[in-house]
């Protein structure tokens, strides 16, 4: 499979805990996005990549949310201290032409 | 504030008949825009997209139309196909093959084909 991988796919935690997720974008694209997804909405950015570096940053990454892409390959997104309100389903896309989706990794906060 | 504005969340045809999703954009600057399909449980799937120099797309059985004038676009799915019951993502972005390439979406159009 030659898509964008995400892990885990769901992910319970309790208030108050860290949360990381992971995505493999496809090989070939340089470009790489973190979005949100909560229920009735549609994907809200919070930040993307050109290879290695962080370009832009949504000012719905608080504090607490950290994403990284160390060597311009995969990337990861961590929640630190969860809050309830972080419940969402969290989309990492790579772009070639078009944006490309992965499935998803959605956090349950308890 | 909503830059996309997808106002029916949800839609109803039959099987065959022509499905018509709308979205409307607030933002003058958008110049490019996509439609996506999301299954339950999937992330989105690009379907159409069209760039503010033209004003109507054809994909196969999907036409997406621009109305720069009215900051709106719509998609045409016809013939509809139990298949294509899904919700309909429609996405804008501003300086098409600029810095960021980052979409702003609507909340979504629940789109159920009945057979």
């Known amino acids: 499979d030659t898509g964008v991988s995400q892990n885990p796919r769901h992910k319970i935690t309790k208030r108050g805990q860290n949360v990381t997720f992971r995505c493999d974008p496809i090989?070939?694209?340089?470009?790489l996005y973190w979005y949100r997804q909560t229920l009735g909405q549609g994907p809200e950015f919070l930040t993307y990549?050109?290879?290695?570096?962080?370009?832009?940053k949504s000012r719905l990454l608080s504090d607490r949310f950290s994403a990284e892409r160390p060597k311009g390959s995969f990337s990861t997104l961590e929640i630190q201290r969860t809050e309830q309100g972080d419940s969402a389903m969290y989309l990492c896309?790579?772009?070639?032409?078009?944006?490309?989706f992965g499935e998803g990794s959605r956090l349950t906060v308890l | 504030d909503q830059q996309v504005k997808q106002n029916s969340p949800s839609l109803s045809v039959q099987e065959g008949r022509i499905s018509i999703l709308n979205c409307d954009y607030t933002?003058?600057?958008?110049?490019?825009f996509l439609w996506y399909k999301k299954y339950p449980a999937e992330g989105p799937t690009f379907l159409i997209s069209?760039?503010?120099?033209?004003d109507k797309n054809e994909d196969g059985r999907f036409t997406v139309f621009l109305n720069k004038s009215a900051k709106h676009l719509s998609l045409h799915i016809v013939p509809s196909q139990p298949g294509d019951s899904a919700v309909y993502f429609c996405?804008?972005?501003?300086?098409?093959?600029?810095?960021?390439?980052?979409?702003?979406f609507g909340t979504g159009t629940l789109l159920a084909v009945q057979p």
């Open positions: 896309a790579s772009k070639g032409r078009e944006l490309f």
């Open positions: 090989s070939e694209h340089n470009r």
């Open positions: 990549f050109q290879n290695e570096a962080q370009l832009e």
């Open positions: 933002n003058s600057m958008f110049d490019y």
């Open positions: 069209i760039s503010s120099i033209k």
């Open positions: 996405a804008a972005s501003p300086f098409y093959g600029g810095a960021t390439n980052k979409l702003i």
